[in-house]
């Protein structure tokens, strides 16, 4: 699955965890902060599963060192993801 985000659309951090959660397959329990996004990153959501963040320096401009954490948590996903079956991506476009 891939989900597009419009970093136009993103202007707090909430509204990121609100894109995460409408994406199909999203656990209802998702937590809405950094530690459930690692964990749904990890396992709780099916993969293949990539991330297009468009527009992602208004993203950056608005939610400031929040979007380099989410960023963060997201190279962690990548990092611990290394069966093709199980892939994790993401891809920031400016």
Not at 19 to 39: K, S
Not at 58 to 67: C, H, K, T
Not at 76 to 94: A, L, M, N, P, W
Request: net charge negative; hydrophobic share 45%.
């Amino acid at each position: 699955m891939i989900l597009e985000i419009d970093g136009r659309e993103i202007k707090a951090v909430s509204d990121f965890h609100d894109r995460l959660m409408a994406a199909p397959g999203m656990p209802h329990f998702y937590g809405r902060n950094f530690a459930a996004l690692n964990d749904v990153l990890n396992g709780f959501i099916e993969r293949p599963f990539k991330i297009v963040w468009r527009n992602a320096a208004v993203s950056r401009a608005n939610l400031g060192e929040d979007f380099n954490k989410l960023v963060w948590v997201m190279q962690q996903g990548v990092e611990d993801t290394t069966s093709s079956e199980r892939k994790f991506e993401f891809e920031i476009i400016e």
